[in-house]
């Protein structure tokens, strides 16, 4: 067979996939600066396929125009096809970022939290499914569950690395056929590219392998749930980490506590972007080890952020870092990522004062106590995190008016499209689409 190889040129979208167009490699070099036309509307293709009203309807025009350095060409083996893809940013037709680009969403963040002297390393930690392995309820942290993966794991850490992934952790994880996967942390914006990447690496060599990898937030109601947990750790410009003060609480230096307080204050509304689907809200609930509160948890996996524990004592100063655990693979890493920049930069602006911290399960506490901790339920379905997210004046400033609105009425339509289906139902439709 003869063959010519293709590059896709793509952009991470609102409904949390990835999407462009394919042009022949020997072109890339020309596309550099061109690109490929791209369509406003196009952000409003939902993850099930009918797309949201669109204010743009039929009209205008935006290019999508490759970052080289994020291009990846996997290819697993020499029979197989070719996957290589390159992300890109979305720009109008006079050269300036696309107001909905969610990689500038992410990009105008990280440019304001360096005006305060801040930066942001990150790593995204992802669970995920690999449908083809045969469930069996010993799997958790089993060798026998990692055995019976097959080469999966292998092409999969080699396919990391060649895409400049960084692997680090691989692990069968406690629900029946699901794994978990980490990366090296890195600058914030290479750390979206990489999550971004990650899930395609993984889709990729899974269906190659004959295999599903699937992150959807939930495969069944009763299934455990599909985090993405996003690391985080604050630097100053020189790259220094400025999280810890051992006279602070829970060890925070009074900028970490700012901004984790900034998050924190804002989980029911950043909700409605990372954790962004209707299934989501079937996993943000007690006791799934999730996130189900807006609290700030010392070494507790079911705190939405959690102050990670430090395992070398006396390595504070560098190793200190939270997780933010009220996110999964529905969302769009920049969005994500950059709504905890936008709402940790809002805490240092407005100065918080450190977040309260719990060491007790909120769930088991009176409401008195909940109280006193400034403890809120984080939002029960999406469509009341998407009322949060409407009144928020503050991320709607940071998302610009025009994201702010269509991204409520994606969102909203979605809502639509879910509500006559049942729990189940609506698992098996987010499972087709991640
Ligand atoms: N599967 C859990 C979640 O939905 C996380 C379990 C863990 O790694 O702590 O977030
Ligand atoms: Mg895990």
Redo the contacts with the bound molecule.
């Keep these: 067979m003869r063959r010519e190889e293709l590059i896709m040129i793509c952009t991470s979208d609102i409904a949390g996939q990835l999407r462009g167009k394919a042009v022949p490699v020997r072109d890339f070099e020309k596309r550099r600066t061109v690109g490929v036309g791209w369509t406003p509307t196009n952000i409003m293709i939902t993850a099930h396929g009918p797309i949201a009203p669109s204010p743009w309807g039929s009209r205008e025009d935006l290019y999508l125009r490759p970052v080289p350095a994020t291009a990846v060409r996997l290819a697993v083996d020499s029979e197989g096809p070719v996957q290589h893809f390159v992300l890109s940013d979305i720009m109008q037709l006079d050269g300036t970022p696309w107001t909905c680009c969610l990689r500038d969403f992410l990009k105008r963040g990280l440019a304001a939290l360096e005006a305060e002297g801040l930066r942001l390393v990150a790593a995204f930690e992802h669970?995920f499914a690999l449908r083809g392995v045969e469930e069996r309820p010993n799997s958790p942290y089993n060798f026998d569950a990692f055995r019976r993966q097959g080469l999966f794991a292998e092409v999969f850490t080699a396919a990391m690395r060649e895409a400049g992934l960084e692997p680090d952790t691989f692990m069968p994880?406690?629900?029946p056929s699901q794994y978990?996967v980490t990366m090296r942390h890195a600058p914030a914006l290479t750390a979206a590219d990489r999550a971004v990447v990650l899930r395609e690496v993984a889709r990729g060599v899974a269906h190659r392998l004959g295999l599903e990898a699937t992150f959807t937030p939930l495969l069944r109601p009763d299934a455990?749930?599909?985090?993405v947990?996003l690391h985080f750790s604050l630097t100053e410009g020189s790259g220094r980490p400025v999280n810890h003060d051992p006279d602070g609480p829970g060890g925070l230096s009074p900028v970490a506590g700012a901004f984790l307080e900034g998050v924190r204050r804002k989980l029911p509304s950043l909700c409605a972007l990372t954790a962004a689907s209707t299934v989501s809200y079937l996993?943000l609930v007690p006791h799934?080890?999730?996130?189900s509160y807006t609290n700030v948890g010392v070494r507790d996996?079911e705190a939405a952020l959690r102050i990670c524990p430090v395992f070398r004592p006396g390595s504070e100063e560098t190793a200190l870092h939270f997780e933010y655990?009220a996110a999964d693979a529905a969302a769009s890493p920049y969005l994500v990522l950059g709504a905890i920049v936008w709402a940790g930069l809002w805490g240092v602006r407005q100065k918080l004062g450190p977040p309260p911290l719990t060491t007790a399960d909120p769930e088991q506490m009176d409401e008195r106590e909940r109280a006193a901790l400034d403890l809120r339920r984080l939002p029960g379905s999406l469509a009341d995190t998407l009322s949060e997210l409407e009144a928020d004046a503050d991320l709607k400033a940071a998302m610009g008016e025009t994201l702010h609105r269509v991204y409520l009425a994606h969102k909203r339509f979605e809502e639509e499209l879910m509500a006559p289906l049942d729990p189940a139902e609506q698992c098996a439709r987010y499972l087709l689409a991640y």
């Design positions: 669970e994880e406690y629900g978990e455990v749930g599909n985090g947990h996993r799934r080890w999730s996130a996996r655990r």
